[in-house]
């Protein structure tokens, strides 16, 4: 069946590194979502990808949508205290698929 | 204000009793979804329901029952049959099928 495969599972990062989570589909997708649940929270919609290529920015966060549209990748520069959380791609065809999600760990 | 509710927060439930968790929107919204999460874990796909009257099963729907007798209102019966049913139980809503999905604060459910 379609799969939208999120890596990695967990990433720790001291305050003020850079994170990146990647996600790839076995199918070609019409849109990919990307949403973040903080700890004990619930998902929140960030933004979606449509177009081939697509390279979408919000302050820190920075998305890409392949050209192929069968993979995406979410990157955030500096990362502070108030961007822990679960970080979930959701891949448009018929149905959403929902990648297993990324942690972002803050080291103490 | 415009949102998604689910009540109980927590909800308990006794060995072979039938629970049923409330989920009601106000964003006019036609689609309705409930998901299921594990600890650490995504989100697994119950059921869904695209327009009043109608619903579809998703990946994991033994165990578990809904209705849509109103567009506002997407409640989700877990069954004595859901043998392992403790979870994080989130409801969420789109305009239309699969877009944008907005969820409410979730349902976390424990077996007694």
């Known amino acids: 069946g379609q799969q939208v495969m999120q890596i990695p599972q967990y990433q720790h990062v001291q305050e003020g590194e850079d994170f990146t989570t990647y996600c790839n589909s076995s199918?070609?997708?019409?849109?990919i979502q990307w949403y973040k649940q903080r700890p004990g929270g619930h998902p929140v919609f960030l933004i979606q990808?449509?177009?081939s290529g697509e390279v979408k920015k919000q302050k820190r966060l920075t998305f890409q949508f392949g050209e192929a549209k069968k993979n995406s990748s979410l990157h955030i520069t500096a990362t502070q205290t108030t961007d822990v959380g679960t970080y979930f791609c959701?891949?448009?065809?018929?149905?959403?698929?929902w990648g297993a999600g990324t942690k972002l760990i803050i080291k103490p | 204000d415009g949102g998604i509710t689910q009540s109980p927060k927590y909800l308990f439930r006794k060995e072979g009793q039938n629970v049923t968790l409330s989920c009601e929107q106000n964003l006019n919204h036609d689609a309705m979804y409930w998901y299921r999460q594990d600890p650490g874990q995504g989100l697994r796909l119950i059921y869904y329901s695209q327009i009043v009257n109608d619903f579809q099963k998703g990946d994991i729907a033994e165990g578990y029952s809904v209705s849509r007798e109103k567009k506002e209102s997407f409640p989700l019966t877990v069954t004595s049959a859901q043998k392992n049913p403790t979870a994080f139980y989130l409801c969420?809503?789109?305009?239309?099928?699969?877009?944008?999905?907005?969820f409410g604060p979730g349902t976390r459910l424990l077996v007694l």
């Open positions: 959701a891949g448009r065809n018929y149905q959403l698929i």
């Open positions: 969420a809503s789109s305009m239309t099928g699969f877009e944008t999905q907005y």
């Open positions: 199918t070609t997708l019409s849109n």
């Open positions: 990808l449509v177009k």
